[in-house]
Structure formats: structure tokens, C-alpha cells
């Protein structure tokens, strides 16, 4: 049986994304927002998710690829009369001292060889998949009516042919624009390759300003291309993922909608931003955060929609899931869930906000009140169990990484006090920390030399890789060195991959390793000095990606891809893995 993955690549311009398969069939794309119904939705839906693809007549062989240091798809067609490429392209370049990200994909029919006969289709749903618009056909577009605004197909392909799906001979470049609201009013093809070519530099010269490390070059700028695709710039909200639904086994019925901001990955987000000098987006952030916190007297959701909506209600859909995997989801009632790690993440990622001279940040004194609210939340909550990062939802604990947040906010809160010269604040944390410690040493099992997953519990858990890599633990101690040999025996797989626990949860045992799990693995293991193994490890690991170097969320012990995808956190977690091994390296790097 084939090994499992997505192959798929995607497109977005930070208002939207757009998946597209190896056979240019738009799979999924949501609009105006990330957690908006989709208008193509086939990746749940064969038959209700609608369709928008461009495929050759009769057998043809694919392969996708992405322009160099670009968010620009291309997907190459070989055929027996000849060869053709889709270029994919959501448009996204400055103008007018702003940036230009319409709700508009754009896709470039590009003739390479001979005349291969082609077939286009375009069909768009609303309300997921419930609603079928009339199609209306205007003088060189077709309008889809009836759904919740204007969509519009401007092409120079006979209309015809599109609305009857008849193949037609492609015997010079076609162009198509998808358009939702505004609809495309200047010249199609001159602005079709204005975008395309202002979209490629675009993304060329963002990566141009990104710090990236000698070592594992290539994965960490197309980690850095997922991630900035996942900021929704309106708001600076980063998402999870862009997909809901998809399963984290195959019959798992571990099926979430994981297109909302977690604040629990905010710490290790941001971290990424700040070590690759994107410093844009790692304010961005920060602004989405203070108006939520702001707006918070009681305490902190784990997540908030892109525009820090509080309720997500959760429901299931009348689809058929992806391969068949129910229920489909959207919303998620994680929203409801107690997670009090989340404020010791707010509190460490605001630190760099603060110490860092690059960042010129003028509203430090702004932030000062939340430093303070952070401090009483973690005071609050220390002896609270909660659902703990892996969001159980009938088992609540005092979970070891919820203690270590608080400690770590301790420590950030501290370091902001002495620089803001606020004796009284230095005073609380180190106070407030000193309780951190001795609740998380309670923890600790000295017979097995490890840390456990909660107080009074006794099972492990991969999230207290990150008692080393947080500085917790000293990485050259044998404390830590025991600790992390205790995990690797018993959640570390052959390959490297790790489990996020192996006991029985809501759902059963889990079959897939949770991604992000070993790339905090290769963290510590570089950060206790077993830089080879870390390297060897990794090495490994980033052969699970898709053939696009995208990562999903879990991997099955074959290599399979589940879970939603992208997920930000897995390229989050290689882009903090492969930063902390070159630092121990100390490899120059002559940019």
C-alpha cells in the first residue's frame, strides 16, 4: 500500500489560501476568510465540494513544484500532443504604501510544447457545499450568483467550453482570474503577468530579508513561505492550519478545525519571526494579542477566531470527509476548554519586545499592563487543573507544561520589570516563581529520573522536551540527560519520530506521532549536546514532508501524512530545531 501524503501545494497572499493537487484542481480554498465556508472544497467532498481545475485530455504525467523563494505554484503537465503548465498565483505586492491582497486567484495556462487539448471547469459552492449558485455568463466572464458575494471567472477561454467541459486545443497561453467581491475590471492577460511577476519579486525580496542559518537552508525558507502564508494580515492572527477535518489516522475521528490563532503556539511563533529577523510580522502579532487581552477581565481563551471572536461554536457537517473520515468539523470546542499555559506563552513572547534593540517597538509602555494581568492570571491558576496543550476533554490535570509556562512567564516578567525599572513588578515574579518551581519539582519521579506528564500522574509526555529547551533544566546537567533518555525510551520511535504520549486519552491510544514532538526532540538533543544525533535525527525526519517540503501535522509510523496541513507548528518547530543546531555549531554565516 502507498505511503500516505498530501500532494498538494498551496497559494495565498495573507487574506486567503487556495490548495492545489498535482493535477491543478483547486481542492480547498475559503473566502473572504481563513475560517470562512469554502468555495472549493473537494478535499472534504467529492460530489458537494464543487471544482476548479485545468487537466489535460486522455493519460498525462505531473509534477509540482514551486517558483524559487516563492508562495508562486507550478504544476507541469507532459502529455503524447505536448506540455503545458498551470502557474497558481494569489496576488500580493506593494501599492500605494500598502499591500495589494485581493480575493482573487490567478492562474496562468502556459504553453511549453506541442498543442495538448485541454479541459477547464469551474464550479464554486456556498454555505459548504449546501448551496449550488446559478452560473450566469457575461461577455468574457462567467458570474456565479447567490452566494454570499460577487463571484466572477474572467478568462479568454471560450465560455463555452468551460460551461460544457468540452476540451479544447491549447495553442497559446490562457488565462483565468477567480474573483470574490471585487471583481477584475482592468485588462486580463497584461495584468495577469503584472501580478504573477509582482508576486514573485514580492516573495523573492521577503525572502531576501530573512535570516536563515547555512545549514538546512532550502527547508527552513519554505518553512518560513508556510507560515507567513498563516498571518492573517487584517488582524496579524496566525492560524494553525487552513483545513479542518483532516483526520489524525485514518478512522482516528480525531477530526478538528484548526483554522483559528492558539495563543499556546504564540511563544514558539513568534520565537521563529525573531530569529528570522521578521520582525513585521512578529508586531503584527502582538497587535492581534493586546486587543484580545484587552478586551479579557476574567481570563484567556486557548483560541480565538482571526478576528478574536470568542465563540466557535463546534458543529458537524453533512460531508463526506476526507476518505471518509468523520465527523466534519467546524468550530472548535477547545474554545470553551481551561489552558493555563497560555499565559506564560503571552508573557515569554512579549519579552523580545522589550530586550530586543532591533525592534524599535514604541509601545512597550502600552504593554506594561498586560505584563501585570499575565502575573495575576498565573497566580490565579496554579493549582487549577486544565485540558493541558493536548486539549483532553474529559480528563483535567495539573499538567507539568502548564507549571513550566507559568515559571517561564515568571522569568520573562522578571527580565521586563529590571528593564522598565519596576521594582515591585521584579519583586511579584520572582516571588510568583519561586512557587513555579517547587509545584513543577513536585513533578518529578527521582526513581525513574524523569518529569511526568502532571502532578499525581504517571505517564509521560513529549511536552517536557521543552523542560530543556526552555532552560528549565540545565542541558549539561545529568538531570537533564536522564530526563530526556527516560522520553526517548519510551515515546521515540525508530525513525525519530515521537508520540505526545502512549496511554489511552478520549479517543483511544494514538496511532500517528505528533510532528512538532520531534522537532522539539532534535531541539533538546542539540541542546544537550548531541549535535550529531540531533542533525542525524532530523535528517530523517524531514523525509515526511510532502514532495513540496510541506509538513502536516502527524506522521504514521510508515511515513504517512494526517492530520490538517500545513501546520504551522510543525515548520515552526524546524525553524526553532535547525536555528538551535547551527548555534551549536557555531557555523558563520556571510550573508
Not at 465560455?159 to 474573483?179: A, E, G, M
Not at 505584563?371 to 493536548?390: H, M, N, S
Not at 537533564?480 to 505526545?500: D, I, S
Request: aromatic share 14%; net charge negative; with cysteine.
Amino acid at each position: 500500500m502507498a505511503v500516505h501524503r498530501y500532494n498538494m501545494g498551496i497559494v495565498g497572499n495573507c487574506s486567503y489560501m487556495a490548495y492545489i493537487d498535482t493535477t491543478a484542481n483547486v481542492k480547498w480554498m475559503c473566502m473572504p476568510r481563513f475560517d470562512s465556508t469554502f468555495l472549493f472544497g473537494s478535499l472534504l467532498d467529492s460530489k458537494k465540494g464543487g471544482v476548479f481545475s485545468v487537466t489535460p485530455e486522455g493519460d498525462f504525467e505531473t509534477r509540482q513544484y514551486y517558483i524559487s523563494n516563492t508562495n508562486v505554484l507550478a504544476t507541469e503537465f507532459t502529455t503524447a500532443q505536448g506540455k503545458f503548465r498551470v502557474l497558481d498565483c494569489a496576488p500580493r505586492f506593494s501599492q500605494f504604501e500598502r499591500f495589494f491582497k485581493p480575493l482573487m486567484l490567478v492562474r496562468k495556462i502556459e504553453l511549453l510544447q506541442g498543442n495538448p487539448a485541454v479541459k477547464v471547469k469551474c464550479q464554486p459552492v456556498g454555505a459548504y457545499g449546501a448551496d449550488i449558485p446559478e452560473t450566469v455568463m457575461g461577455s468574457n466572464h462567467l458570474r456565479f450568483l447567490n452566494l454570499d458575494m460577487q463571484a466572477r471567472l474572467t478568462t479568454d477561454i471560450s465560455l463555452s467550453y468551460i460551461l460544457d467541459q468540452q476540451p479544447f486545443v491549447l495553442d497559446q497561453n490562457c488565462y483565468l482570474v477567480f474573483t470574490y467581491g471585487e471583481p477584475l475590471e482592468a485588462p486580463l492577460k497584461a495584468t495577469v503577468e503584472d501580478f504573477i511577476n509582482k508576486t514573485v519579486r514580492y516573495w523573492q525580496t521577503w525572502i531576501k530579508s530573512t535570516y536563515v542559518p547555512d545549514l538546512y537552508q532550502e527547508q527552513v525558507i519554505r518553512s518560513a513561505l508556510v507560515l507567513k502564508l498563516h498571518q492573517y494580515e487584517d488582524t496579524g492572527g496566525i492560524i494553525a492550519s487552513g483545513t479542518t477535518s483532516l483526520p489524525e489516522h485514518h478512522g482516528s475521528v480525531r477530526t478538528w478545525d484548526y483554522r483559528y490563532c492558539w495563543f499556546r503556539d504564540s511563544y514558539y511563533t513568534l520565537k521563529a519571526f525573531n530569529e528570522m529577523g521578521h520582525f513585521d510580522e512578529l508586531e503584527g502579532y502582538f497587535e492581534y494579542i493586546q486587543n484580545i487581552l484587552m478586551r479579557e477581565s476574567d481570563r484567556m481563551q486557548p483560541l480565538y477566531s482571526v478576528t478574536g471572536n470568542k465563540t466557535l461554536e463546534e458543529t458537524h457537517l453533512p460531508l463526506e470527509g476526507y476518505l471518509g473520515n468523520q465527523p466534519v468539523r467546524v468550530g472548535n470546542k477547545a474554545y470553551l476548554q481551561i489552558q493555563n499555559d497560555v499565559y506564560g506563552q503571552v508573557l515569554v513572547g512579549l519579552l523580545p519586545l522589550f530586550i530586543d534593540k532591533r525592534l524599535s517597538f514604541t509601545k512597550k509602555h502600552s504593554y506594561k499592563p498586560l505584563v501585570d494581568r499575565l502575573l495575576t492570571w498565573i497566580e490565579k491558576t496554579f493549582f487549577e487543573p486544565d485540558a493541558g496543550l493536548w486539549e483532553f476533554r474529559t480528563v483535567t490535570q495539573v499538567h507539568t507544561y502548564t507549571l513550566l509556562f507559568h515559571w517561564a512567564g515568571c522569568k520573562a516578567a522578571i527580565k521586563i520589570g529590571k528593564i522598565m525599572n519596576d521594582t515591585d513588578l521584579v519583586y511579584r515574579a520572582t516571588r510568583l516563581e519561586k512557587i513555579a518551581t517547587e509545584n513543577i519539582e513536585k513533578c518529578y519521579d527521582p526513581a525513574l529520573g524523569v518529569y511526568k506528564q502532571a502532578l499525581d500522574a504517571d505517564h509521560l509526555d513529549a511536552s517536557t522536551l521543552k523542560m530543556i529547551t526552555m532552560g528549565y533544566l540545565d542541558p549539561a546537567s545529568d538531570k537533564a540527560k536522564r530526563h530526556l533518555e527516560a522520553l526517548e525510551k519510551l515515546l521515540k520511535t525508530e525513525q525519530g519520530l515521537f508520540y505526545r504520549y502512549v496511554h489511552q486519552d478520549d479517543f483511544g491510544k494514538p496511532e500517528a506521532t505528533f510532528l512538532v514532538c520531534a522537532f522539539w526532540y532534535v531541539d533538546a538533543l542539540a541542546c544537550v549536546g548531541r549535535v550529531e544525533d540531533a542533525m542525524k535525527t532530523l535528517d530523517t525526519i524531514l523525509t515526511f514532508a510532502n514532495h513540496l517540503g510541506i509538513f502536516s501535522e502527524d506522521v504514521g509510523l510508515d511515513g504517512s501524512q494526517w492530520g490538517n496541513f500545513p501546520q504551522t507548528y510543525s515548520h515552526v518547530g524546524l525553524i526553532n530545531a535547525v536555528f538551535r543546531i547551527s548555534k551549536k555549531l557555531d557555523v558563520p554565516n556571510f550573508k
